[in-house]
């Protein structure tokens, strides 16, 4: 076994710090809080992809805006979970270990379907509604690659279960 690094024993603190565990101390809190960062996440992109096609500005400062927030969000999602999809493996125990693999497979088989249903949708569109795909390429490759990375994130937040109450 590998022993722990300085950064593996920090992060490993920084994840299972309960400073902010009211925010997640319940199932409606962390359903709030990752309803919360997929609409962050939602709009961050929308901001960012308006920037591909106009010379407009104010997407990048919509951009500015939602990512302190995002950050946060994302930060009380790790802490719920502390750490699950963040820490090295040789920091988690054998449960932490076989619930990331749980995770990464519901969020994976999500994605995939997903990602199924939007190549349908596209292929009908562009056969059944003539619709031209030129310049949608890379934001919708974007968002695919984007839903596919933080997918595991929601489910492991969406699956963690409350503390036992202390008596």
Do not use: C
């Amino acid at each position: 076994m590998t022993t722990a690094t300085k950064y593996d024993r920090r992060m490993y603190a920084i994840m299972n710090d309960r400073a902010a565990a009211p925010m997640y101390a319940t199932a409606t809190r962390r359903r709030a809080v990752i309803g919360a960062h997929l609409l962050l996440t939602a709009a961050g992109f929308a901001a960012w992809a308006v920037t591909l096609f106009s010379d407009a500005r104010w997407p990048l400062f919509a951009v500015l805006a939602v990512l302190p927030l995002w950050v946060v969000a994302t930060g009380v999602i790790n802490g719920a979970t502390r750490g699950l999809l963040e820490l090295r493996g040789r920091m988690l125990d054998e449960r932490q270990l076989a619930e990331r693999d749980r995770v990464h497979g519901i969020a994976h088989r999500i994605t995939g379907v997903l990602l199924l249903l939007a190549a349908v949708g596209a292929g009908a569109a562009g056969r059944f509604g003539d619709v031209r795909f030129d310049g949608l390429v890379v934001p919708v490759l974007f968002a695919a690659l984007t839903v596919h990375w933080l997918m595991p994130l929601w489910v492991a937040g969406l699956r963690i279960q409350d503390d036992p109450a202390e008596n």
